[in-house]
């Protein structure tokens, strides 16, 4: 499915989201010719300018998330993924020497860099791959038993492992937290998260027979109804995002593939899973 996706940088800076000539059955459509802004030049454009060229992403809000937020915050978010959040890494991982916080010559971003060994730590984003996994018009949903969230509800998911493709880290994050056996459909969504450096990736699924039960890192799994899934105590603003996402295509007669950005609202609590913003968002 993501073959039929390409996201092509021009001279110009700009990009822009075309689709490859549509197969037999395909259920890809175009959603935009219009010039995509890169995040560097999202900055140089004035603040009464932002809405009008995000709208060129079909840019999309949930309803329980509308923001109260200024053209400015919205500046400042992408001020912070552009410059990137620098963790800083007191020792080389290499030779275990002190590290340097500088910017190396070529580059444009703050690394640490050894002082000993002179080799530079790079870090980059988390790969989460997790299931949504549909059963008698129900979601299979897994009560947490680690933190962070503890106690609260959540998709099965997990970090992506070195070795497998992400649809086998999905089943296999399914299979250690829910003890299901699961048949991967499709991918529902990309999400990224980049003040905290993750990426998403949630396949639909279905079980490959009715049992299932919870793994060392839950308490409980259940089936839920869609009007009894627990928004109330959801683990994760990704969570909320992809079940919101799958409500909405349900309610239009399929599920669809989407591609979002979940941006923090500044001067909010991390704990607070609705303070967020879905941007740039992207559906077949």
Not at 218 to 232: H, V
Request: aromatic share 8%.
């Amino acid at each position: 499915m993501l073959k039929a996706i390409q996201i092509v940088g021009s001279s110009s800076g700009f990009a822009s989201c075309r689709f490859r000539k549509p197969q037999p059955n395909s259920a890809f459509s175009l959603i935009s010719r219009k010039p995509i802004l890169t995040t560097s030049e999202t900055l140089l454009l004035p603040a009464s300018q932002l809405h009008s060229h995000k709208s060129c992403f079909r840019d999309f809000r949930m309803s329980s998330t509308h923001s109260k937020s200024s053209s400015s915050s919205s500046v400042a978010v992408q001020s912070t993924i552009l410059q990137g959040n620098i963790r800083k890494i007191n020792f080389c991982q290499f030779c275990g020497g002190p590290n340097k916080h500088e910017i190396p010559d070529g580059e444009e971003k703050v690394r640490a860099i050894c002082t000993r060994c002179g080799k530079i730590t790079y870090e980059n984003p988390k790969m989460v791959v997790g299931c949504l996994i549909e059963h008698d018009k129900k979601i299979l949903m897994c009560r947490r038993k680690i933190h962070p969230s503890y106690g609260l509800w959540t998709l099965p998911a997990g970090y992506m492992e070195i070795g497998e493709s992400a649809a086998e880290g999905a089943i296999r994050e399914t299979w250690e937290e829910a003890n299901a056996e699961v048949e991967v459909q499709s991918l529902f969504a990309q999400l990224d998260i980049p003040l905290i450096g993750q990426t998403y990736m949630i396949f639909l699924a279905k079980l490959k027979n009715p049992h299932f039960s919870p793994g060392p890192e839950s308490s409980e799994c259940q089936l839920f109804e869609l009007d009894d899934i627990p928004f109330d105590s959801l683990a994760f603003s990704s969570m909320l995002v992809s079940l919101n996402l799958y409500i909405e295509d349900i309610k239009v007669g399929r599920p669809k593939f989407h591609y979002g950005v979940i941006n923090k609202r500044p001067g909010t609590s991390p704990s607070d899973i609705h303070a967020y913003t879905l941007d740039f968002h992207m559906q077949s």
